[in-house]
């Protein structure tokens, strides 16, 4: 994949850019990693993705995906959410920023809300005497599907 300078430059080549400007070499396995993270709205977790992976690269370890999460973390470009009622944590590659979600406590499906908090943010900064406040902002509740599940049973 080539790398250019047009203004609509994608979420994966963004994140290609930064791994390999702190010297991460791109293998054909974190390539396919990062492109799932890059594109993914459902939030995956670890094993998601590596059964994805898996399918066209057979000899991926389970390590690589989680190497890759780590490099992903060290430069701010994925964020780890919680563990969920399905498993362990999941991440979210295309807006690696603190933001709310609303998590399924039947399915685990999570979604991404459009929520500003940074304002909140900075007046408990103001307030308080903080520095370099962050948040992690999650609702729970039971998505339409799950509802309409457990009504047709």
């Known amino acids: 994949m080539t790398l250019n300078n047009h203004p609509n430059k994608t979420r994966l080549d963004d ?4 791994l390999r400007s702190a010297g991460h070499r791109i293998t054909p396995q974190s390539l396919a990693i990062i492109k799932i993270l890059a594109e993914s709205r459902e939030h995956p977790s670890v094993d998601q993705i590596y059964s994805r992976v898996h399918k066209d690269f057979p000899t991926t370890s389970l390590a690589t995906v989680y ?15 919680p563990r969920s009622s399905s498993g362990g944590s999941r991440y979210d590659g295309r807006n690696p920023h603190p933001h709310p979600h609303l998590v399924c406590t039947v399915c685990g499906a999570i979604e991404d809300l459009d929520i500003d908090l940074g304002p909140a943010a900075e007046e408990v900064a103001a307030k308080k005497g903080y520095a370099d406040v962050h948040h992690r902002l999650e609702f729970y509740g039971v998505c339409p599907r799950c509802q309409r599940d457990e009504r047709s049973k």
Do not use: D, H, S, Y
Request: proline share 0%; net charge negative; no cysteine.
């Open 15 to 18: 994140l290609l850019a930064r």
């Open 67 to 81: 190497n890759t999460l780590e490099r992903l973390k060290e430069i701010g470009e994925v964020l780890e959410l």
